[in-house]
């Protein structure tokens, strides 16, 4: 087990919860070590801190249970994914007017 830091997206559905609702020990099996919030750090947040975009959680597990957790607190939503395809059945031509 060890400690890696996540950032919370603004999509994750963490955003706006407190980490009694969310039950991140029961449902993850990882800990909340503590919650960078700009220049504000919050050790070993008790359960009534709400999480909020941008935060960055410090979490302690192992891999596969931080995999986990990481998944559902940096989701991005499928919209804001770039895409590659963005110029796709796009084409500029000049069109003659006449008077």
Do not use: W
């Amino acid at each position: 087990a060890h400690i890696e830091s996540c950032v919370v997206s603004h999509d994750s559905s963490f955003v706006g919860r407190t980490l009694g609702e969310l039950a991140v020990r029961e449902k993850y099996s990882v800990t909340i070590a503590m919650i960078e919030r700009g220049e504000k750090r919050i050790s070993a947040p008790p359960r009534d801190t709400v999480i909020y975009p941008g935060d960055r959680l410090y979490v302690f597990g192992d891999d596969h249970e931080l995999g986990v957790f990481r998944k559902e607190v940096e989701y991005v939503h499928p919209l804001d994914a770039p895409s590659t395809d963005i110029n796709s059945g796009v084409r500029l031509q000049p069109i003659p007017l006449s008077e």
